[in-house]
């Protein structure tokens, strides 16, 4: 797995100053109502999301080989009941610099990989927050599917077959969608500045699209 270590002097810190550390949050939600049970001995069915510079990136399920990586508004992901927020660490990456971060990860991350057990949102922050801090988020936020077989027992059987089947559906843009885009006079500055996300139809949820980039932190 590579690590995207971060350094003070690198240029691209511009944007906050090159001397501010901007917080990084874990955005805790339940899947379930039979959380506020668990949640007192250290179990429950979460869904998390990595907050930094006023955005929220969580990992989802849908059916197609893109990316299932997608950006909320902070601790408003729709379908989820939002529960509490933990304190991760600070990063001095700017916020291009951690946008461009998310959408080279996202192709290790999408929907029809999706595995409540093996494969789930919490792997993904946890994977987040190990290359940006080297720590880990706290356990009991994915202790469940860390049981292993056993967590299918516990689990509703609506949230066994998939667990983010109400997120909105995953819009895919047909070459013929993208060029319609491409060549309408009205495609202005502000639509190219999103060009890296898949919109939804109802705008709550947007995926992040596959951009492989290479990062100042991975030049040999």
Same mark, same amino acid.
């Given at each position: 797995?590579?690590?995207?270590?971060?350094?003070?002097?690198?240029?691209?810190?511009?944007?906050?100053?090159?001397?501010?550390?901007?917080?990084?949050?874990?955005?805790?939600?339940?899947?379930? $109502?039979?959380?506020? &049970?668990?949640?007192?001995?250290? +179990? *429950?069915?979460?869904?998390?999301?990595?907050?930094?510079?006023? =955005?929220?990136?969580?990992?989802?399920?849908?059916?197609?080989?893109?990316?299932?990586?997608?950006?909320?508004?902070?601790?408003?992901? $729709?379908?989820?009941? &939002?529960?509490?927020?933990?304190? +991760? *660490?600070?990063?001095?990456?700017?916020?291009?610099?951690?946008? =461009?971060?998310?959408?080279?990860?996202?192709?290790?991350?999408?929907?029809?990989?999706?595995?409540?057990?093996?494969?789930?949102?919490?792997?993904?922050?946890?994977?987040?927050?190990?290359?940006?801090? *080297?720590?880990?988020?706290?356990?009991?936020?994915?202790?469940?599917?860390?049981?292993?077989?056993?967590?299918?027992?516990?689990?509703?059987?609506?949230?066994?077959?998939?667990?983010?089947?109400?997120?909105?559906?995953?819009?895919?843009?047909?070459?013929?969608?993208?060029?319609?885009?491409?060549?309408?006079?009205?495609?202005?500055?502000?639509?190219?500045?999103?060009?890296?996300?898949?919109?939804?139809?109802?705008?709550?949820?947007?995926?992040?699209?596959?951009?492989?980039?290479?990062?100042?932190?991975?030049?040999?």
């Amino acid at each position: 797995m590579r690590s995207f270590w971060l350094n003070s002097g690198s240029s691209s810190d511009q944007s906050n100053g090159g001397n501010d550390r901007a917080e990084l949050y874990l955005n805790v939600y339940d899947l379930t $109502p039979v959380n506020n &049970y668990l949640y007192w001995f250290g +179990l *429950g069915i979460f869904h998390s999301g990595i907050e930094l510079h006023g =955005l929220e990136y969580g990992f989802g399920a849908h059916e197609y080989p893109t990316s299932g990586i997608f950006e909320v508004e902070p601790r408003s992901c $729709p379908g989820f009941i &939002y529960r509490r927020s933990v304190l +991760l *660490g600070t990063t001095e990456m700017s916020r291009s610099d951690f946008r =461009l971060f998310m959408e080279h990860l996202s192709g290790n991350y999408h929907g029809d990989t999706y595995h409540l057990i093996a494969k789930n949102c919490n792997h993904f922050t946890d994977d987040v927050c190990m290359r940006l801090t *080297g720590k880990r988020i706290p356990g009991w936020v994915n202790r469940l599917a860390r049981l292993g077989s056993f967590c299918n027992c516990l689990l509703p059987e609506s949230i066994q077959v998939t667990a983010v089947r109400h997120l909105p559906d995953h819009h895919v843009c047909s070459d013929i969608e993208s060029e319609s885009v491409a060549s309408s006079p009205s495609a202005g500055s502000e639509e190219e500045a999103d060009h890296h996300l898949l919109t939804m139809p109802n705008g709550d949820v947007a995926f992040l699209r596959e951009k492989p980039v290479r990062l100042a932190q991975e030049v040999l």
